[in-house]
């Protein structure tokens, strides 16, 4: 099954803790396009530094739970503490799509509950996947993304 991930880091080295975690995410699944890199305004909390974010589509054999269990145990092993609400964070990986299921659970919600919102998720989302349809919403990323009305600042990053 096809999945979209999002990845982000504001504590330490941001770009090698995306780096590992991508490693980490292709040892068990196929990581079929990866995003540029943003940096990217806090959402939510805002005293913090900004983050680098990324998407990435894999192809899984995981079920959404699996997957979930899999990228908090990833983590969990790059040393993310659990502290208050949109903190700061070394890592974050979050499911965003699983292909087009729609689960609403109470630790387990996809797509992602509130993906349509958020510019830097949906400007990562758009590079890899501007045409996959929300199942929810039924509008493709592009059209969610060119309605966004949050203004966060979000910055392409150049290679390193």
Known sequence: MEAYLLLGSNIG??????????????????????SSLYETESYGYKDQPYFINCCCKIETKFSPRELLIFVKEIEKKMGRKNGIRWGPRNIDIDILFYSNIVINEKDLIIPHYDLANRKFVLICLSEIAPYFVHPVLKKTVKEMFDEIKDLCSCTLLKES
Not at 13 to 34: F, H, Q, S, T
């Open 13 to 34: 080295d941001r770009r090698k803790n995306i780096e590992n975690a991508l490693l980490a995410i292709g040892e068990k699944n196929k990581i079929v396009k990866v």
